[in-house]
C-alpha cells in the first residue's frame, strides 16, 4: 500500500444515528480492503473487510463499501450503539511489507 | 483473547537501558509483525517475519533490533532509545504475508523512555 487518508478523525453521533468514515488510497494494485476497531485500550480487531471483485459487504449493522474507480471505500455503521464506541482504522495493503493504515477515526457515540 | 500475547505490558526504561519485548503467538501463524502506535499518529509498521525470515525493515532505527527465533516467538530488543521512542508497541501475526490476511494483534506494551 502506499498513501491512505481517513476522514474523519473524529465523529460524534447520537445513539441510533449512522456513522461512515471513509478511506482513500493510491496504490491502483490494492485488492483487499479491511476495516479494524480498536476500543480503548484494547489491541485492533477486524469487524469487515471487502475483496476488489465485490462493491458492498454487509454484516449486521456494519457495511463496507468499495469503489475501486474512485479509489476509496468506506466503513457504514448503522443503528448506532455506545459500544461502537472506538477508533476505527483503513489499511491500505499490497504485499505485507507494504501495509499502511489509516490515521484512525475516533468515534464517540453519544446517549 | 490469548492467541497473542506480549510481554512485558508496561515498561520503562532510561535511554542507556537495554530492554527486549517479546510475543508469542498460539495460532499456527506464519507471519508476526511489530507495530509501533504513538499518540495522534497512524499505526507504523516496523518490521515483518515470514517463516522466521525478515521481509521488510520500514526504515526502522538501529537501536531497534528484531528477533524472530521460529514462528511463534518474535523479540524486539531495545537499546539505547530516546524519548520519542515512548508509545504503544503492537505485535501482530497473520496466517500469511501478502496483506490479505487478517492481522491478529497481541495487547501490546507500553513503553516510556525516560
Known amino acids: 500500500g502506499e498513501n491512505v487518508e481517513q476522514h474523519p478523525s473524529t465523529l460524534s453521533v447520537q445513539e441510533g444515528d449512522s456513522a461512515v468514515i471513509k478511506c482513500t488510497y493510491s496504490d491502483s494494485a490494492s485488492n483487499y480492503f479491511p476495516w479494524y476497531k480498536q476500543e480503548l485500550g484494547k489491541r485492533p480487531q477486524l469487524i469487515i473487510d471487502i475483496r476488489s471483485n465485490v462493491g458492498e459487504k454487509k454484516d449486521q449493522r456494519i457495511a463496507v463499501t468499495l469503489n475501486k474507480t474512485a479509489k476509496h471505500f468506506s466503513l457504514h455503521i448503522t443503528e448506532t450503539q455506545p459500544e461502537d464506541s472506538a477508533v476505527y482504522f483503513c489499511i491500505n495493503t499490497g504485499t505485507a511489507s507494504k501495509l499502511t493504515f489509516g490515521t484512525g477515526t475516533r468515534l464517540q457515540v453519544t446517549l | 483473547e490469548t492467541g497473542v500475547t506480549q510481554t512485558p505490558r508496561h515498561l520503562v526504561m532510561g535511554m542507556t537501558n537495554k530492554k527486549s519485548l517479546k510475543c508469542e503467538q498460539h495460532?499456527?501463524?506464519?507471519?508476526m509483525y511489530w507495530y509501533k502506535q504513538s499518540a495522534k499518529k497512524p499505526l507504523e509498521l516496523m518490521f515483518v517475519?515470514?517463516?522466521?525470515?525478515?521481509?521488510e525493515n520500514n526504515s526502522v532505527p538501529s537501536r531497534f533490533s528484531p528477533e524472530c527465533p521460529n514462528s511463534s516467538h518474535l523479540f524486539l530488543h531495545l537499546h539505547t532509545l530516546q524519548p520519542e521512542d515512548s508509545a504503544l508497541y503492537l505485535c501482530?501475526?497473520?496466517?500469511?504475508?501478502?496483506?490479505?490476511?487478517?492481522?491478529?494483534f497481541g495487547p501490546g506494551t507500553r513503553l516510556t523512555v525516560t
Open positions: 501482530a501475526s497473520s496466517q500469511g504475508t501478502g496483506g490479505v490476511y487478517e492481522q491478529y
Open positions: 517475519y515470514s517463516l522466521e525470515e525478515r521481509v
Open positions: 495460532l499456527g501463524h506464519n507471519a
